[in-house]
């Protein structure tokens, strides 16, 4: 498996610097959070788009995705979603970036059947956009939608190869299902794993890796166990929590923690 971190953790961080954090630390990608605070979103312009390219190529490291923040199963005309969707997959296309996240957001008062559907639908007309760019529009376990469980119903009914899913492994667990049910209900759907730890389901503060609750060695274990062969991204949330370490002291042994993982489940 190929590892990876969110620039959640490093947020506003020169893509120079993030860059340079990735290679010295050993990991083959990172994640792009693609919002107007940070210095990659769709607003850039082609120059700005190149010139990250080159940033990346020139260290040997990978931009896996765009966590980007479309909800597609929000109340509303589908024009404005469906058009921050096309948004993110162009700059994805442009920067060579395989996967954009996208949320469901559905609200509390909303049915199930009717957020299903309005996200499905959403994820349908979006999908050949998608598929004739080359880039992937992954749906994250979060929200409205946390588990496994809850993502198979919008994925089911999508079925294009070029919407997939982005397992979250915390909001997976908090939602009460266990490693094992969330594979097995997103594995013909899989783009990639976002990992992270956390004191306890009260209190979602970031953590270095293997310090919390989170059990990512049976995650790894069920991913190993299965063949699945994918990217594993560290999503530490500093953006939302201040107080948090920071993010670049943690890395490597972050790394080492996940290194630990996947040669114990080999």
């Not at 490093?10 to 919002?35: N, Q, S, T």
């Not at 607003?43 to 995705?65: H, N, P, S, W």
């Not at 004191?199 to 609750?213: E, K, Q, Y």
Request: charged residues 20%; glycine residues 10%; negative net charge.
């Amino acid at each position: 498996m190929k590892l990876a971190f969110s620039t959640l953790g490093v947020p506003g961080l020169p893509i120079p610097d993030v860059v340079r954090l990735a290679a010295a630390h050993g990991y083959h990608g990172v994640e792009l959070r693609a919002h107007p605070e940070e210095p990659v979103h769709p607003g850039i312009d082609q120059a700005e788009r190149d010139r990250v390219v080159t940033e990346f190529k020139a260290q040997g490291v990978e931009i896996l995705g765009l966590g980007g923040y479309a909800r597609v199963a929000a109340p509303g005309d589908d024009g404005p979603v469906l058009a921050e969707i096309r948004g993110l997959l162009d700059l994805a296309h442009d920067l060579g970036a395989p996967f954009v996240r996208v949320f469901p957001g559905a609200p509390p008062e909303q049915s199930p059947e009717e957020a299903d559907a309005t996200a499905a639908r959403r994820l349908g007309t979006a999908a050949q956009y998608a598929a004739d760019l080359g880039v992937r529009i992954l749906l994250e376990t979060h929200d409205s939608h946390r588990t496994g469980t809850d993502a198979l119903r919008v994925l089911g009914a999508v079925g294009h190869r070029n919407v997939g899913a982005l397992w979250d492994v915390m909001q997976t667990l908090l939602g009460g299902e266990q490693p094992q049910e969330t594979f097995a209900a997103l594995s013909p759907y899989l783009g990639y794993v976002q990992v992270k730890d956390i004191a306890s389901a009260d209190d979602t503060s970031p953590l270095p890796l293997g310090a919390g609750v989170l059990p990512l060695t049976e995650c790894v274990e069920v991913l190993s166990r299965n063949g699945w062969d994918g990217w594993l991204c560290w999503e530490y949330e500093k953006r939302w929590h201040e107080a948090a370490a920071p993010l670049p002291d943690l890395l490597g042994p972050g790394r080492e923690h996940l290194v630990r993982l996947l040669s114990d489940s080999a």
